[in-house]
């Protein structure tokens, strides 16, 4: 059975027209911008949403920031420092005792003996002295039974009653830390005698000179004697 193509087939002279006039179409279109009758307009804003987009930007209220309290307080460490150190050291004797600006003040190579509130005193020569505001502390060296002790002391701490300067060095230290007479061959060794002696010093001096010791005695009693 032959099918008839003459019919369903249209000539090559038609299909060129009908791209021309689409081609023409679509150069019109870019060409020309749309008019403002073409856009179509907005749908599903309202009226109010129309006059908030005119007015502009609306302005939020803003609030001012609190008071600082760097206006009173502008270096808080030092105030803070200052407030303990008063409640610590209220006669400030022992931040005179160890202030670079004092030339009576301990420094290092002195020996100093510390008391405790709990727990015997300790004395020693002082190898370093690290000032630290309220934790400010001081190395004390000595030889108990033949054996080097070092010992930390706060300054400031509430166990420690009193500090004393049992003997100044004769010249000054060269150095800030005297870690050098940890060698055998510069160490000072027992500070006790030195101790004992300063003790006994200061007991005479306290009761005005009013004791005797037995050569004295002794002496009045040879004296006596024929």
């Known amino acids: 059975m032959a099918l008839n193509l003459s019919s369903t087939m249209r000539p090559l002279s038609c299909w ?30 309202s009226a109010l ?12 209220k803003t609030y001012p920031p609190p008071p600082s309290a760097r206006v009173h307080f502008k270096e808080p460490i030092s105030d803070v420092t200052a407030a303990q150190l008063t409640t610590l050291d209220p006669t400030g004797a022992r931040t005179r005792m160890f202030a670079r600006d004092n030339s009576d003040a301990a420094k290092v190579g002195d020996i100093l003996l510390v008391r405790q509130r709990n727990g015997d005193p300790f004395a020693g020569v002082c190898l370093n002295i690290r000032r630290r505001g309220v934790d400010t ?8 039974t033949r054996v080097g002790v070092e ?13 004393e300067v049992v003997q100044r060095r004769e010249k000054r230290a060269r150095r800030a830390r005297l870690y050098y007479m940890r060698q055998p061959k510069h160490d000072v060794g027992s500070v006790q005698n030195i101790v004992l002696q300063y003790q006994r010093r200061s007991a005479v001096l306290r009761s005005g000179g009013e004791v005797r010791g037995r050569d004295a ?9 024929r």
Do not use: D
């Open 137 to 144: 502390g001081i190395l004390l060296r000595n030889q108990l």
């Open 49 to 60: 949403a129309e006059r908030s987009l005119s007015a502009g930007p609306k302005k939020i």
């Open 217 to 225: 005695n002794s002496g009045k009693r040879k004296g006596k004697k």
């Open 151 to 163: 010992m930390w002391f706060k300054i400031y701490s509430p166990n420690v009653e009193g500090i």
């Open 16 to 45: 060129k027209s009908i791209f021309r006039s689409t081609r023409c179409v679509r150069q019109l279109t870019t060409a020309t911008p749309p008019s403002a009758s073409t856009i179509p307009p907005r749908i599903g804003i």
